[in-house]
């Protein structure tokens, strides 16, 4: 409840007026309905479907996409808020991107008292056929950016009724039908607090967080992936010890190899993923060389080699 009205009043300072807040009550006893009641007297486009019984917030979710009119949906967490332009910048930036039906765009973290923390994180490509490599490694996409059309979150199967990382996975699957369009203009602050459960010890390597992982890894390689690889994928140019060091170096190359092998992918995908793939290498050699052996060595040059010549070799995108 602390931070509910402060993201119903971002939503209603919106540029792009014709929306419809539908907040789900899990069942709360905290107040917040009381909160939400009256802010619905005040603005009519303000809607509340309380449930009788809690089922945690994704399926919380569910019933408000379900619930919904509208062609689009946008996620907001009741802790975080939405910049006064975010409606419209996303659905432009829809509107200009062919072929997509869900938007990010750049967010920035900010405390319980909203001062700012950090700097704007802009979302690091604009090419779903990089950024569908790139989820796995990580997300770096925070779920009160996204910005889809309802009928798309349906035929994606919607969220699961699972404690963590179903925005993740949704994120994967539009990445992955090459649906995402992303947005530099900032259009989220994401509240960082105590509560959150990203907060807590281990969230990253959370077992749902893994399986996801391994779930998107699998389907862009075409192969088996044991979860500790893909554990050890996620950890690469982290500092470790000698067993997870070699392990995310063999994991390196073997993610490598698998993009290299993406035919779809065109010229500017693959100087983008090489370069990247270079990058995480370097930061593994500086935090970990004096874990590495011949073996890690040679899978990390392998993972860097130059892929100039087979660039020219491409088809334009």
Not at 107 to 112: G, L
Not at 153 to 182: F, N, P, T
Not at 292 to 299: F, K, N, Q, S, T
Request: with cysteine; charged share 30%.
């Amino acid at each position: 409840m602390r931070f509910i009205e402060r993201a119903i009043e971002s939503t209603r300072a919106q540029t792009f007026s014709d929306w419809e807040h539908i907040i789900v009550d899990d069942a709360s006893d905290d107040g917040t309905v009381e909160v939400v009641e009256a802010l619905r007297r005040r603005d009519p486009r303000i809607r509340l479907l309380p449930r009788i019984s809690p089922g945690g917030s994704y399926r919380a979710a569910m019933d408000g996409i379900r619930a919904a009119d509208g062609r689009y949906i946008a996620r907001l967490d009741a802790d975080d808020l939405s910049t006064p332009w975010r409606l419209a910048t996303q659905l432009e930036t829809l509107a200009s991107t062919p072929g997509t039906r869900a938007c990010t765009g750049a967010w920035r973290s900010i405390d319980e008292d909203e001062a700012t923390l950090g700097p704007v994180r802009i979302v690091a490509t604009h090419s779903n056929q990089v950024l569908k490599w790139r989820l796995c490694l990580e997300s770096g996409l925070v779920h009160s950016s996204m910005l889809i059309e309802r009928d798309a979150m349906l035929e994606l199967g919607g969220y699961r009724s699972r404690a963590v990382a179903e925005d993740y996975r949704i994120w994967c699957q539009l990445a992955r039908r090459g649906w995402l369009a992303v947005t530099d203009e900032l259009v989220v602050a994401y509240r960082v607090h105590q509560d959150q459960i990203v907060a807590q010890p281990g969230a990253g390597d959370d077992p749902l967080r893994a399986e996801v992982r391994q779930e998107h890894v699998e389907a862009l390689t075409l192969a088996r992936w044991r979860r500790e690889d893909v554990r050890a994928l996620r950890r690469i140019g982290s500092p470790s010890d000698p067993d997870r060091a070699a392990a995310s170096a063999h994991a390196l190359h073997r993610w490598a190899s698998a993009w290299r092998g993406d035919r779809g992918l065109g010229p500017a995908a693959v100087v983008e993923l090489d370069a990247l793939t270079r990058t995480l290498a370097l930061r593994h050699l500086k935090w970990n060389w004096r874990h590495l052996r011949g073996p890690e060595l040679l899978a990390l040059t392998r993972a860097i080699r130059a892929e100039v010549d087979r660039t020219k070799l491409r088809d334009p995108p």
